[in-house]
């Protein structure tokens, strides 16, 4: 007996693959979806929880994406913006100042060489194509560095390297040794501007979906949730004389086309046959995801605003936080802030059991705000680091070299094998709004090849 057929076989239900999927049945082409958990949104997750939900993955959108505000707008998803008023603070050498807007209080040293900094690295990132990052007369140089190489170099002032760290590590989801400089201008180029990638206000952190970003998700699979698998991990796919069979635990499809949307590190989950080009397979021994835990402490109300505050805060290596936000939701009717810990910061902190955490943010919260902050009705907190088919978060990390021995090699396609995910994005490489657009870019090229073949 045959297996079941289809064209199109998309492995991976976060935004990309829905992406691909949303076009592909506006096309009337045939497809399934498999998808390894039992929900949609990959890298995006929303839980609910008794009177307020949170965002355990992605959860912003801001100017230039496009694509985000049109699904938002088709679907009747409300938007709001970030709490953005008042105090922020600034936590450095145990000193705690507050200041408003972007950039941090500063010694004028400190203040002019950070502005020096800021100016030189967009300049550069200005400079480097988005299609071939690989072809600037610099890239060798730049990729044969890290971002933190080019920290020590520029930023000799011990404030303006501690900001300028801070910053780039929540951008990045990483610590800057393990990036390429090359990539990292690659990155700022890709999400439009070093402010944008920084700003809530005409920035990347500017609006949240109303109810969390999860339900963007699932209303874009309404329209085709009868080609949906979940708990449909695939270990297998092997090249055919019509196309390809694809296989997992008690099941095979066959298929002649497949957009593969999973975050890069689960490709080596799948045997293929034949392997993957020497290329693709070289650059996937080293691509490792970002890491990055999100952590909330949920009152009643957002006290800090009355206070004064923003519940924005930037954190030196004395707390386990780099950055904080306020993620309650638009009405209030919760106070929720949250910190990011990431990279090493992160591998401590998650070492440590969940009641030790929660103390932590507690004492950090405490230092900021007063004893209000004692006064926590709840706390969770989530690292994608931990959840199998993620393996971390936002997105893969290119070290020093991969762009330049490596080239575009990822988000090329194999045969009929198309890749997807925010990896393969050109434009806001890393945010939703890439995964988005790589998908849909893999859907057009299945399109491509169903024409060609039926003229």
Not at 275 to 299: A, D, H, Q, T, W
Not at 331 to 356: P, Q, W
């Amino acid at each position: 007996m045959n297996p079941p057929s289809t064209e199109v076989l998309i492995i991976g239900g976060g935004f990309s693959g829905l992406a691909a999927a949303k076009k592909l049945h506006e096309n009337h082409i045939s497809f399934l979806l498999l998808e390894a958990r039992d929900r949609l949104g990959g890298r995006v997750y929303t839980r609910q929880f008794e009177g307020f939900y949170l965002d355990l993955g992605g959860q912003w959108i801001g100017p230039t994406q496009d694509r985000m505000y049109a699904l938002c707008k088709e679907y009747g998803m409300e938007y709001f913006e970030t709490y953005n008023q008042g105090k922020n603070i600034l936590d450095l050498a145990q000193r705690i100042k507050t200041y408003r807007g972007v950039i941090p209080k500063l010694g004028l040293f400190a203040l002019v060489q950070l502005a020096w900094v800021m100016r030189k690295i967009q300049k550069m990132a200005d400079s480097v194509s988005l299609e071939a990052p690989w072809i600037h007369p610099k890239s060798k140089e730049w990729d044969s560095l890290t971002l933190e190489d080019f920290l020590i170099q520029n930023c000799t002032h011990s404030q303006t390297r501690q900001v300028f760290q801070v910053g780039c590590e929540t951008i990045f989801a990483c610590q800057l040794k393990e990036i390429s400089l090359l990539h990292a201008l690659f990155y700022i180029r890709s999400g439009t501007s070093l402010d944008c990638l920084i700003n809530i206000k005409d920035g990347a952190q500017q609006h949240r979906v109303k109810g969390g970003m999860q339900t963007l998700a699932e209303k874009i699979a309404e329209r085709f949730a009868k080609q949906i698998r979940f708990n449909y991990p695939v270990s297998r796919i092997q090249k055919t004389n019509s196309g390809y069979l694809v296989s997992g635990d008690g099941f095979e499809l066959d298929c002649k086309q497949i957009i593969l949307a999973v975050p890069p590190p689960l490709l080596s989950n799948i045997q293929f046959s034949p392997r993957l080009s020497f290329e693709k397979s070289e650059l996937l021994k080293n691509y490792p995801m970002g890491r990055v835990g999100k952590c909330f402490m949920i009152y009643d109300r957002p006290f800090w605003r009355a206070m004064g505050f923003s519940g924005q805060a930037l954190s030196d290596e004395s707390t386990p936080f780099q950055t904080f936000f306020d993620c309650s939701p638009a009405d209030a009717s919760r106070g929720i802030i949250m910190g990011f810990t990431i990279g090493g910061r992160a591998d401590s902190f998650f070492a440590l059991g969940k009641k030790e955490r929660k103390e932590k943010l507690e004492a950090v919260l405490i230092r900021y705000f007063g004893e209000k902050a004692k006064k926590s009705i709840q706390y969770e907190d989530f690292t994608m680091t931990d959840e199998s088919w993620s393996q971390g978060c936002y997105a893969g990390l290119m070290p020093k070299g991969a762009w330049t021995a490596w080239q575009d090699a990822y988000r090329k396609s194999e045969g009929n094998i198309h890749f997807a995910g925010t990896e393969a994005a050109e434009r806001w490489h890393g945010y939703i709004e890439g995964a988005v657009i790589s998908g849909e870019a893999a859907a057009e090229k299945c399109l491509m090849e169903v024409q060609t073949n039926n003229p």
